[in-house]
């Protein structure tokens, strides 16, 4: 079974507070993606990776930056936290190819941002 | 703009069928995804249309008609552990993944 993994469930941090969020997956996939979930809207892709050093920008990377050093791990940053990146947020990975492909997801990381 | 258009929330009784429609319009159509999603989890994958027609899967069936930019998931026999959020998804002509906002389906005894 594929297994995605995030490093918190909840979180709560201040406003201007910079904030990493790990996501780690075991079935070494290439392509690796940030999502935040909020009430009444579909998930919004904020970031992706197709490859370790890659990344592209989804719909909404204002706000935001990733790394992808090693093929099993992306992490998301939020360099200077504000109150409207309160969110829930979900990594997903999928194998190789094209975005046919179904993407697996972690349980996610509900942000609070005061 | 491209667009996904679900219900936000259905109520359906234990035992019986629900229809759950997802409508479309995109730029180009590659595919489209249906995903549980039980509150507080992941989403989780439920099938995947990407010709016309009806594609059965135990109790879950989803409907395919790319002409009218429209798909449905059929839910039978249907039971308390149903009760999560279902999301509709569609690939565009660029492959990327346009979510809708889901359809909260609420099951009662």
């Known amino acids: 079974d594929v297994k995605v993994t995030q490093s918190s469930r909840y979180l709560v941090k201040r406003t201007g507070e910079k904030v990493f969020l790990e996501c780690v997956q075991d079935?070494?996939?290439?392509?690796m993606f940030w999502y935040r979930q909020d009430p009444g809207l579909g998930l919004r892709l904020i970031y992706f990776s197709y490859d370790v050093k890659m990344k592209e920008k989804g719909d909404i990377p204002e706000g935001y930056s990733v790394s992808r050093e090693k093929k099993e791990r992306f992490s998301l940053i939020l360099e200077s936290a504000s109150t409207n990146q309160t969110s829930m947020y979900l990594c997903?990975?999928?194998?190789?190819?094209?975005?046919?492909?179904?993407?697996?997801f972690g349980p996610g990381t509900r942000l609070t941002v005061l | 703009g491209q667009n996904i258009d679900q219900p936000t929330e259905m109520t359906a009784t234990e035992g019986a069928i629900v229809q759950i429609n997802c409508t479309y319009q995109t730029s180009g159509f590659n595919g489209l995804f249906w995903y549980q999603q039980h509150a507080g989890e992941a989403p989780t994958f439920l099938s995947y249309n990407v010709l016309d027609g009806l594609e059965e899967k135990g109790r879950f069936s989803s409907f395919l008609s790319r002409s009218k930019g429209y798909s449905y998931l059929l839910l039978k026999e249907l039971q308390m552990k149903d009760s999560a959020s279902y999301l509709c998804a569609v690939i565009d002509s660029n492959y990327q993944l346009i979510w809708g906002a889901g359809t909260k389906l609420i099951i009662k005894p």
């Open positions: 997903a990975s999928s194998p190789p190819g094209q975005v046919t492909d179904t993407q697996y």
């Open positions: 079935m070494d996939h290439e392509n």
